[in-house]
């Protein structure tokens, strides 16, 4: 089996910053893909960034030029920076993993970043 484990959440300043950090542990694998959504109250689940195997990286346009995602494919850990929080940014944020040729997605549990005035 695989788990995700989420780490850097918390309550920041608008205008602040967090880095939120993401590890998988458990069945040696390949990563295809590793991706960061987040959930805000009342909203749908959104996408906020991901990374390929190779290193390209897509980003929501809400967060573009912000946020920064990153990745360690020998540790299959992934790192979200997040810059010039607002206040739309609260959220619970999830991270997500893709395994290369089998497709299995695993998700995290969720921490909860909180962006106040």
């Known amino acids: 089996q695989v788990q995700l484990v989420e780490s850097g959440g918390g309550s920041v300043q608008s205008g602040g910053s967090l880095r939120l950090s993401c590890a998988a542990a458990?069945?040696?694998?390949?990563?295809?893909?590793m991706g960061w959504y987040r959930q805000a109250p009342g909203k749908q689940r959104e996408l906020v960034a991901t990374?390929?195997?190779?290193?390209?990286?897509n980003y929501a346009d809400s967060v573009k030029g912000r946020f920064t995602i990153s990745s360690d494919n020998a540790k299959n850990a992934s790192d979200l920076q997040m810059n010039s929080l607002r206040l739309e940014d609260t959220a619970v944020y999830y991270c997500?993993?893709?395994?290369?040729?089998?497709?299995?997605?695993?998700w995290g549990q969720g921490t909860q970043v909180i962006v106040s005035s």
């Open positions: 458990g069945d040696r694998f390949r990563i295809g893909v």
């Open positions: 990374i390929t195997w190779d290193g390209t990286t």
């Open positions: 997500n993993v893709e395994r290369l040729f089998t497709g299995l997605q695993y």
